[in-house]
């Protein structure tokens, strides 16, 4: 579904990513932890192709995005695949981002009506669906600034979920809301593991890692420090780095 091979990327001369490998399969939850500035939502903005690598290989869903550093310059698979691969995924932000200027319901219809060309109609019975889904059928015509910000989260997964994608990315989804409506969130997206979304979230949700996801990838310093099951990084870690970050959620 979607695999990583040696991704490297740097901000002037500073690397950030110093060669992350990862896969997930179909239907799998991959968790991203790691302590601030280590690199995870850099990761998330090179595989959602917000932010061009320097090197190393992303495939999604087939569609490969190639990178040769030899080069100097990223080459880049043509535009083409480029917005192929773009329209696999949806892409959840910790500010949720919605637009400001549009109703609770037009935020969810614009992207199937301009991007895939979906008709009106069509695209407003989908997006109430999933309004009704996210618990918020009575807010459809209401803007942004008049929803708390668990609502607002969830209006943005519903967003995300219009483009009816292969893979759901989130990005410390709950790290602007207190703790009662962070349950609300990590509620749907535990109900979007249930029906087998396939997702990759960075958290410091640890609870929430440890009970969803099938694979933990512990970040440090732009490398992946450590790679396995929930119960492998969070039970059994052998590694001091990943122990001593642990240990600040206990
Ligand atoms: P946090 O948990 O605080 O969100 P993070 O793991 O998501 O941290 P990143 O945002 O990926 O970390 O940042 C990794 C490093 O890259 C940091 O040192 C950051 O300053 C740097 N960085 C990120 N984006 C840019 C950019 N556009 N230009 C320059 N440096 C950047
Ligand atoms: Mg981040």
Same mark, same amino acid.
Do not use: W
């Given at each position: 579904?979607?695999?990583?091979?040696?991704?490297?990327?740097?901000?002037?001369?500073?690397?950030?990513?110093?060669?992350?490998?990862?896969?997930?399969? =179909?239907?799998?939850?991959?968790?991203? +932890?790691?302590?601030?500035?280590?690199?995870?939502?850099?990761?998330?903005?090179?595989?959602?192709?917000?932010?061009?690598?320097?090197?190393?290989?992303?495939?999604?869903?087939?569609?490969?995005?190639?990178?040769?550093?030899?080069?100097?310059?990223?080459?880049?698979?043509? *535009?083409?695949?480029?917005?192929?691969?773009?329209?696999?995924?949806?892409?959840?932000?910790?500010?949720?981002?919605?637009?400001?200027?549009?109703?609770? @319901?037009?935020?969810?219809?614009?992207?199937?009506?301009?991007?895939?060309? *979906?008709?009106?109609?069509?695209? #407003?019975?989908?997006?109430?669906?999933? @309004?009704?889904?996210?618990?918020?059928?009575?807010?459809?015509?209401?803007?942004?600034? =008049? @929803?708390?910000?668990?609502?607002?989260?969830?209006?943005?997964?519903?967003?995300?979920?219009?483009?009816?994608?292969?893979?759901?990315?989130?990005?410390?989804? !709950?790290?602007?809301?207190?703790?009662?409506?962070?349950?609300?969130?990590? *509620?749907?997206?535990? #109900?979007?593991?249930? #029906?087998?979304?396939?997702?990759?979230?960075? !958290?410091?949700?640890?609870?929430?890692?440890?009970?969803?996801?099938?694979?933990? +990838?512990?970040?440090?310093?732009?490398?992946?420090? #450590? =790679?396995?099951?929930?119960?492998?990084?969070?039970?059994?870690?052998?590694?001091?780095?990943? *122990?001593?970050?642990?240990?600040?959620?206990?």
């Amino acid at each position: 579904m979607l695999s990583v091979e040696n991704v490297r990327k740097s901000f002037g001369g500073l690397p950030v990513l110093k060669g992350i490998s990862l896969e997930v399969r =179909q239907g799998e939850v991959l968790a991203v +932890i790691g302590p601030s500035g280590s690199g995870k939502s850099t990761l998330l903005r090179c595989i959602t192709q917000l932010e061009r690598v320097d090197s190393g290989k992303i495939t999604i869903c087939g569609e490969t995005l190639v990178s040769n550093n030899e080069q100097e310059k990223a080459v880049y698979a043509d *535009k083409q695949t480029r917005v192929k691969i773009g329209l696999h995924l949806g892409l959840v932000f910790q500010n949720f981002n919605l637009f400001p200027h549009f109703s609770v @319901l037009r935020n969810v219809t614009e992207a199937p009506v301009r991007v895939l060309k *979906k008709n009106k109609a069509e695209a #407003e019975r989908t997006a109430r669906a999933l @309004l009704e889904k996210m618990g918020l059928a009575d807010k459809a015509d209401a803007y942004p600034c =008049q @929803l708390s910000g668990g609502q607002q989260q969830r209006v943005s997964i519903a967003r995300a979920l219009a483009m009816n994608p292969d893979i759901l990315f989130f990005d410390e989804p !709950t790290s602007a809301l207190d703790p009662e409506l962070t349950g609300e969130i990590l *509620k749907v997206i535990r #109900e979007l593991a249930a #029906e087998h979304m396939t997702m990759v979230v960075v !958290t410091h949700e640890m609870k929430f890692a440890r009970d969803v996801a099938d694979q933990v +990838i512990f970040m440090d310093g732009g490398n992946i420090v #450590e =790679q396995g099951t929930a119960s492998d990084v969070f039970g059994s870690t052998k590694e001091e780095r990943t *122990k001593a970050f642990l240990s600040r959620f206990n």
